[in-house]
């Protein structure tokens, strides 16, 4: 263009370029007081435009959380009528949910490393695609094997998906938004376990459970239109561009996050895998449910204050929910024959974990920076030998010294937990700063 002509050209700072060409229309401000007679004029984004949620967008990875859990954890609600369909036993039943685990522990890493350089919104429609396969097979198989089969492929690709859900949310928002936007895209998690599992198991008992994998599918393509209409496509990493397991594990930071996740995630597993044998010594198993359901509730509220306050304070959140996950577990240990301080100590258990999935992603994809899905598929793979070695480590604690032992092995994990948090206030866990 010529200086001095009429044109108006348009500047868009490059750090939001990708971002704003899908999120800024109709958001720019324009500038009428050019410094200099004949100055052609900028546009530049508004404040309002810059700090946009893309709520749509962000609700639809919340949603895919929401259909991962669900399928993950529905087996175990409906063991009974499994079992009867494919006549097999209830424990053989129970190993949908661990074949489930082994598929996203094996293959998180490797399918996040080799796809580094493949666009991000094609490589997420594969992973929902995976769970509509998977659960369209599971409807209508008769045969154990395939079953076990297709909750492999149900499990491979949940690892893939939980190693994109973080880094994608934070694309699509500026710097100082990426810890809300990770925690909307989290809300999927303590829905389904709040809402969706009671709802699938409750539906699968009156209709059959053949109908809830059935319904799972339908909500798996219908997910496929939403992410293609309404979430931005990411490029991957540039051809030569992509890292290493080891360069990434080797940042500062790293390590920190993935060992407070290792113990912090151990220490949930133990208590929530061996709940109903906890709840047995106060003479409240056949409260399970409602203890339950006041955990998820309480989950939901914990998720809700750590969206709000995560981008400012991301390490004291973290402290805190450290904190009061130990409290609820001194709590419990201290209840007794209560009911009344059982419910209170959940519900306190329920708000300290509600929001660890997003605290832990945030300060992971924080901490990584140029590699955050590669950073992410190794927390996914933590995540799960956490969940393994919950039901391991909780069930010889069960055998050999009864589930009064579970307290003392909680309190122990979150304070190696807490002290590296502490420690860790210049890489990992930082001091936030505005």
């Known amino acids: 263009m010529k200086k001095g002509s009429n044109d108006v050209y348009c500047h868009i700072p490059s750090a939001y370029e990708e971002r704003m060409r899908h999120f800024s229309r109709g958001g720019a401000m324009i500038s009428t007081t050019p410094e200099r007679q004949g100055a052609p004029l900028e546009v530049t984004p508004s404040v309002a435009t810059q700090d946009r949620v893309p709520l749509a967008a962000l609700l639809a990875l919340a949603m895919a959380g929401f259909l991962t859990i669900l399928t993950e954890a529905l087996p175990a ?3 009974p009528q499994i079992a009867h369909d494919l006549s097999v036993s209830e424990v053989m039943v129970g190993q949908l949910v661990t074949i489930y685990a082994i598929g996203s522990l094996v293959a998180a890493i490797p399918l996040v490393t080799v796809t580094q350089h493949w666009r991000r919104r094609p490589l997420l429609l594969i992973a929902i695609a995976g769970f509509a396969i998977a659960n369209i097979v599971t409807t209508v198989s008769t045969d154990y094997v395939l079953t076990m089969v297709a909750r492999f492929v ?9 190693a994109l859900l973080a880094g994608y949310a934070a694309r699509m928002v500026p710097e100082h938004r990426k810890g809300r936007a990770i925690a909307i895209a989290m809300v999927g998690i303590p829905l389904a376990l709040a809402l969706g ?16 994998f059935a319904i799972m599918s339908l909500l798996a393509l219908l997910l496929i239109i939403w992410i293609r209409v309404k979430l931005p496509d990411f490029a991957g990493q540039a051809n030569g561009g992509q890292v290493s397991l080891s360069d990434v594990f080797t940042i500062p930071g790293v390590r920190p996050i993935l060992f407070v996740v290792l113990t912090f995630v151990l220490a949930h597993n133990i208590l929530y895998t061996y709940i109903a044998p906890f709840l047995a010594i106060a003479r409240m198993h056949e409260r399970t449910d409602l203890v339950l359901l006041i955990f998820g509730a309480a989950s939901l509220l914990g998720i809700w204050v750590i969206g709000v306050m995560i981008d400012r304070h991301l390490r004291m959140l973290t402290l805190a929910s450290t904190c009061l996950f130990a409290l609820a577990a001194l709590g419990l240990h201290l209840a007794s024959n209560d009911p009344a301080l059982i419910y209170g100590a959940v519900a306190i258990w329920g708000l300290g974990f509600g929001g660890a999935a997003t605290l832990f992603q945030t300060a992971l994809a924080q901490a990584a920076n140029d590699a955050p899905d590669v950073a992410q598929s190794m927390l996914v793979t ?25 307290a003392p092995a909680l309190l122990v994990l979150l304070l190696a937990a807490f002290v590296m948090i502490w420690f860790s206030r210049r890489r990992g866990f930082p001091t936030s700063t505005a």
Do not use: E, H, K, M
């Open 197 to 212: 599992i009671p709802a699938g198991t409750l539906l699968g008992t009156v209709v059959g459970w053949r109908l809830c």
């Open 77 to 79: 609600g409906l063991l």
């Open 382 to 406: 933590v995540w799960n030998l956490a969940i393994a070695g919950g039901g391991v480590i909780g069930g010889l604690l069960l055998d050999q010294f009864g589930a009064g032992s579970f």
């Open 154 to 162: 149900a499990g491979v690709s949940a690892g893939l998906l939980w």
